[in-house]
């Protein structure tokens, strides 16, 4: 009863009749109040995750995480099978070995056959190595709610979510309901290449999927995503000394430099192509004509097919001869499709939003983003994702990052709910979309 009553106070007072209409059942206030008592483990179980470093590169950290990872999807009736990375190989890192892909399954199946195929995907490696010099969880400011460190948001915060909002599912009976699929992949921050395949095959056989990436600071969720590519861009040329023989010489730098003019044009905003040279390298001394250069790019695009139109110009531009006896190559991976709008993904974001009126938060509107998710994978598979499903937080990928710790307890009891209502839709037709 004590609970009961403590979510009905967390409910906070719907004023108007939208609110009243659209008020959360019994039950869902129930899943509500058991999560959020889950408030301070859900943080506890936050900052030691953060305190251990997933770095993409660090192999032996990513999988002492898996373990526990996989343990915790053990706990909750899953079978987990452990995919050993594959070595990938990318620009000057040869046999770079991330983590293992974990795939769990949860052993009891539903009895009823309607019952809907779930997917679950997140991340936990984080762009923040060992090497770096942000490494641990903190919190900041007076309040409290605040707290800073590599991957709070991105997205081991959104991993806690989707967890916690499994194991309010289970001890609500609820899990019994449904095909539940959960890939955890330790590749995303470079592109899921080694892990992309697995996961545009669990998308292929599932009804739709949830990616627990964080949602804006405001709390807005992501409609329609932008897709990504990434380039090297190499050239080798010729070394000679500068002074007694630059007539032998060819210059690499000059050759990209040349390159890179003719890269960068290729951006066209009316379009939604922009091509950007993030990086450039080249040459070893002032005094030595450059026999090598190179360069990150990196692409987006909103068209589906403009991202094969890029990609054969990039080669066009590599494959040309831009000074006499240098030479051109170029590596790269369309690793993002575009998340075009669609009308499936309306509905889950129209079904996310009654969730949130019914527990008096005002949705925002969802946006349009410039950076890729897995969610983009399922979404190019033809399934139906929401990709935003995570904390609310911001600044990802610098030291800056952060979360607002009050959203762990919330966006679980907001998931929880979510999938509650999308199973009673898929077996009870749109019942459960009141
Ligand atoms: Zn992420």
Redesign the pocket.
């Known amino acids: 009863v004590l609970s009961v009553l403590l979510a009905w106070a967390l409910c906070g007072t719907p004023s108007g009749a939208d609110l009243r209409a659209a008020a959360l059942s019994a039950g869902e206030v129930a899943l509500r109040a058991l999560l959020a008592g889950r408030q301070a483990e859900m943080e506890r179980m936050l900052e030691g995750w953060v305190n251990q470093n997933t770095g993409s590169f660090n192999r032996p950290g990513l999988e002492a995480f898996a373990d526990v990872l996989a343990g915790e999807l053990s706990g909750l009736d899953f079978a987990v099978e452990r995919e050993p990375a594959t070595p990938l190989w990318l620009p000057g890192r040869s046999d770079v070995v991330t983590g293992p892909l974990l795939i769990g399954r949860r052993r009891a199946a539903p009895s009823d056959r309607r019952a809907p195929r779930i997917l679950l995907v997140g991340?936990y490696d984080t762009v923040f190595e060992a090497s770096s010099g942000f490494q641990r969880f903190e919190r900041r400011g007076p309040d409290g709610v605040r707290a800073h460190g590599p991957g709070v948001a991105?997205?081991k915060g959104g991993l806690v979510v989707m967890l916690e909002a499994l194991r309010a599912l289970r001890e609500a009976k609820e899990l019994e309901r449904a095909h539940w699929v959960v890939v955890l992949n330790a590749d995303?921050?470079i592109g899921s290449l080694g892990s992309r395949e697995r996961i545009e095959a669990e998308a292929a056989a599932a009804d739709f999927g949830l990616v627990f990436?964080?949602a804006q600071d405001s709390g807005a969720m992501v409609r329609s995503r932008r897709g990504l590519g990434q380039f090297h861009l190499t050239v080798e040329g010729v070394a000679a000394h500068a002074g007694s023989a630059h007539e032998r010489g060819r210059s690499a730098v000059l050759a990209l430099a040349r390159k890179i003019v003719e890269v960068e044009a290729i951006t066209d905003y009316a379009r939604g192509v922009t091509v950007n040279v993030g990086t450039i390298e080249g040459g070893t001394k002032r005094n030595i004509v450059p026999s090598r250069a190179a360069a990150w790019i990196d692409v987006r695009y909103d068209e589906p097919a403009s991202g094969a139109w890029i990609e054969r110009e990039l080669q066009r531009i590599a494959d040309a001869t831009h000074v006499e006896g240098t030479r051109g190559a170029l590596w790269g991976r369309l690793h993002r499709p575009p998340k075009p709008p669609s009308d499936a993904v309306d509905r889950l974001l129209d079904t996310h939003a009654r969730v949130l009126r019914g527990m008096g938060i005002e949705p925002q509107p969802a946006l349009h983003s410039g950076g890729g998710?897995d969610g983009s994978l399922m979404g190019a598979a033809g399934l139906p994702t929401l990709d935003s499903m995570g904390v609310t937080g911001g600044r990802?990928h610098t030291n800056g990052e952060f979360i607002d710790l009050r959203s762990l307890s919330e966006r679980a009891a907001v998931a929880a709910i979510l999938l509650q209502r999308l199973i009673d839709a898929k077996l009870y037709g749109a019942a459960g979309e009141g």
């Open positions: 991340h991105d997205m995303e921050e990436e964080s998710t990802a």
